[in-house]
């Protein structure tokens, strides 16, 4: 997926500023910057939820997955019929088996179709929204902040999905996060974002060992672990 010389304006305060960026297969490429740094807007605009100018090209089904899987799932609806949802290209006696394969692929159970979100915990509903996304058979994943609500304990083993998603379907991603322990774990790359522009991208091992802008050393500077 190709982004090129993308903005995105609300009245006369740019968001986002001729930001040109590639996601390829098979790669997870991490956003990162501090809070109004324009991330969520380029990711909207990306998914078409926003109006830009520039060019997206490359990614024609794009599905996003939300901080929040409350905002995503419908409370009323069980699981499978929420990730039935996302199948109706598929003669309905087909998804069935679709809806389990696709919870097997994000390491859910099969019981889990019959439940309410309510009745799941915040990993696990992050997981069938995952499942959801999937179903789409988006040839562009947009995840932001999709760790930031859950429990540290959970917060793992949706960064191995992750990574397990690239691995396994070659899917590229766009992975939006502030915290730069979360983008070392799962990105191969990180692109950096101040006041709308994108101002620094590289392999992340670079951009985190080697820093070539003040912001992005100082952003990192915020998480001590990471200069070790
Ligand atoms: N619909 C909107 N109308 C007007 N301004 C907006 C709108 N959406 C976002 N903004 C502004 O655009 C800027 C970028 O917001 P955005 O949500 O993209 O930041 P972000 O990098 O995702 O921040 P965070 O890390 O807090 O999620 C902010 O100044 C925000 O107030
Ligand atoms: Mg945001």
Do not use: W
């Not at 304006?9 to 990162?32: K, Q």
């Not at 809070?35 to 109006?51: E, I, R, T």
């Not at 696990?124 to 995952?130: E, F, G, N, T």
């Not at 540290?152 to 590229?172: C, E, F, H, I, K």
Request: proline fraction near 6%.
């Amino acid at each position: 997926m190709h982004i090129d010389g993308l903005s995105v304006r609300f009245g006369a305060f740019t968001a986002v500023d001729s930001v040109t960026l590639e996601v390829p297969p098979g790669r997870v490429v991490g956003l990162v910057g501090e809070s109004g740094s324009g991330k969520s807007s380029l990711a909207k605009a990306v998914c078409g939820l926003v109006p830009h100018t520039g060019r997206v090209t490359g990614a024609s089904r794009v599905q996003m997955v939300f901080q929040d899987p409350y905002a995503s799932l419908d409370p009323r609806m069980r699981v499978a019929e929420s990730v039935a949802e996302a199948l109706l290209r598929m003669p309905r006696q087909a998804r069935p088996a679709e809806v389990e394969r696709l919870l097997g692929l994000v390491s859910l159970p099969a019981e889990v179709a019959a439940r309410y979100p309510r009745e799941l915990s915040g990993g696990q509903r992050q997981r069938v929204a995952i499942a959801r996304a999937l179903g789409a058979e988006p040839d562009l994943l947009v995840a932001d902040e999709i760790t930031s609500a859950l429990d540290v304990s959970v917060q793992g083993a949706v960064l191995n999905l992750v990574r397990s998603l690239r691995d396994r379907l070659g899917l590229p991603i766009l992975f939006i996060s502030h915290n730069l322990a979360v983008v070392r774990y799962v990105c191969d790359e990180v692109a950096v974002m101040h006041r709308g522009k994108l101002i620094e991208h590289g392999p992340t091992e670079s951009v985190v060992g080697s820093p070539a802008q003040d912001y992005t050393r100082a952003l990192l500077e915020a998480v001590p672990r990471l200069r070790r």
